[in-house]
Every structure is written in structure tokens, then in C-alpha cells.
């Protein structure tokens, strides 16, 4: 029973062994084996062997494309406006030793040094600026980080803005700035617009005046060349003119009468001589 004992732990033993002297590394990753405590040796993907009690894998990192999210963070631009901005980055571990090694903790690192580069690339721009430049940024920053995480084995796939917004307050303020601008823009039409009203109705109250006068002109040759007509019509003879001047002086007490600020119509008792003493005054 005893040497039946030392076989089966001799086996089980040899079994452990075996299996820890044997790594099978999945495709995508890659394995960083320490020999007793330094490093030795990275595993590759597929079927791999290590010294068993003496190697061990330290750290399991992939090999695939990773995704870092950039926190938001307040970043104050050149004209001194506080905006919102936050971005993502895509990284590769191309020496899993120095990503190891070469930095404590390499996702955080990035996101700060993203952070730090984009507080510092955003304070060299104007508001306007930042907004509009978001290519422009993310190629500042691309450029400002890659040879950093280069000494740590990792490439800088990519980097892009996802956010790049004012802070509630500057949104308030240029909320109410371009209100104050529309405002100002609706005063300016309407006093444009009064402003050719009146230069219309004058030029119409100018042009009716001018053919007014131009009328009253008209009327008074017409009643110049009336009165040469009728005083060569009728010679001496003063019944004809009273004729005209008791039509005329007929007409005018009919419009005086239809007036409504006419209230008594006084009428001379004798016309003819009424009519006849206007014309002597003339």
C-alpha cells in the first residue's frame, strides 16, 4: 500500500508538472512569463512550454485593437470660455513587455496623457475655434501622444473628439447673446423699414403737389382762355356774362347747402344785381 501511495503521487506530481510546464496561448493574446521574478520571455498564440516551478505567467495582454474612453473634463480656451470635451482612443499593445514594464498602469497613463494634451492644444483656440477645428484637434493630439506611448510598446491607432461642447453657463450667455442679436437685427428692419415708408409717402405727397400745381396751372390757362373766349363772344353786352356768373353763383350755393357744415344758405333778393355788381368789380 505504501509504494502504491508514492505511485500515485509520483504520478499526480508528474501530471502537475506537466501541465504547468505546458501554456496554450489564445489567438489575440499574448503571455509575459517571469523566471523567478524576472521577466523571460513572451508567449505567443498557439501551443507553448515553460520551465515548470522556475517560469510562470505574469500577465495575460491582448494583442487586439482596444478601446480607451477619454473622460469629460472643463478645458478653458484662449478668449477664456469654459467648454466640455471628452474623447476616445484606439490603441494597440505591439510589445507587451514594455506596456508592462514601462508604465504602472498604461490605460490610465493614456487617459491623462490624452487629457493633458487636449486641455493644452483647446487652450491655444479661440471658442469659435475649438467648435468648428475638431479634425484639426484630433490631429494635434494624435501627434502629441503617439511618440509618448511609442516607449511604452503601444501605437496610437486613433483618437477622436466625442464631445466638444460649451458649459451650461457659456450656453446661457450665447443663448441670450444671439437672442439679443435677433433683437437687434428685428429693430434695425423695422427702422429700415418705417424708415422707406415715410421717404414713400413724402415722395407721394411730393408728386401729388407737383400735380396739383401742374392742375391748377392747366385750370387756370383753361379759365384764362375761357374768359378771352367769352369776353370776344359777347362784346358789350353783359346778359351773356350774367348768364355764366348766375350759373356759376348757382352752382356754388348748391354745394354750400349740401355741405355738412352748412347750416343756413342766405340767397341776395335781388340776383341780377347781385351779380351785375360783381361784375362791375371786375
Known amino acids: 500500500m505504501d ?18 510546464g505546458v501554456r496554450t496561448v489564445p489567438q489575440g493574446y499574448k503571455h509575459i512569463v517571469q523566471r523567478l521574478g524576472k521577466y523571460h520571455v513572451t508567449l505567443n498564440p498557439g501551443l507553448n ?12 495582454l491582448t494583442t487586439k485593437d482596444i478601446v480607451l474612453d477619454i473622460p469629460s473634463q472643463e478645458v478653458i480656451t ?14 494597440n499593445i505591439v510589445s507587451p513587455e514594455k506596456a508592462v514594464y514601462g508604465v504602472e498602469n498604461y490605460t490610465f497613463a493614456i487617459q491623462n496623457l ?12 479661440a471658442l469659435d475655434s475649438a467648435l468648428s477645428s475638431r479634425d484639426q484637434i484630433k490631429a494635434k493630439l494624435k501627434a502629441a501622444i503617439s511618440d509618448d506611448i511609442a516607449d511604452w510598446g503601444i501605437t496610437l491607432k486613433t483618437v477622436e473628439i466625442q464631445d466638444i461642447n460649451p458649459s451650461m453657463t457659456m450656453q ?7 437672442a439679443a442679436e435677433r433683437q437687434r437685427r428685428a429693430a434695425v428692419t423695422k427702422a429700415e423699414g418705417e424708415k422707406q415708408a415715410a421717404i414713400l409717402e413724402a ?3 411730393l ?12 385750370l387756370a390757362k383753361a379759365s384764362g382762355a375761357a374768359i378771352t373766349l367769352v369776353s370776344e363772344a359777347v362784346g358789350d353786352q353783359d346778359l351773356p356774362v350774367l348768364y355764366l356768373l348766375g350759373e356759376k353763383y348757382a352752382d356754388a350755393l348748391v354745394k354750400l347747402s349740401t355741405s355738412n357744415n352748412a347750416k ?6 335781388d340776383l341780377p344785381q347781385a351779380l351785375r355788381g360783381i361784375l362791375n368789380k371786375v
Open 3 to 20: 509504494g502504491l501511495a508514492v505511485v500515485v503521487a509520483l504520478a499526480i506530481l508528474v501530471v502537475v508538472t506537466l501541465a504547468k
Open 172 to 178: 446661457q450667455a450665447m443663448e441670450e447673446q444671439a
Open 114 to 125: 490624452v487629457q493633458t494634451a487636449l486641455r493644452s492644444i483647446v487652450g491655444e483656440m
Open 264 to 269: 343756413t344758405v342766405v340767397l341776395p333778393a
Open 49 to 60: 512550454f515553460i520551465i515548470p516551478y522556475i517560469d510562470a505567467v505574469a500577465y495575460k
Open 78 to 91: 484662449e478668449d477664456n470660455a469654459v467648454i466640455i470635451a471628452n474623447a476616445v482612443a484606439y490603441i
Open 207 to 218: 408728386e401729388a403737389s407737383r400735380r396739383d400745381a401742374q392742375a391748377q396751372v392747366v
Open 203 to 205: 415722395d407721394g405727397r
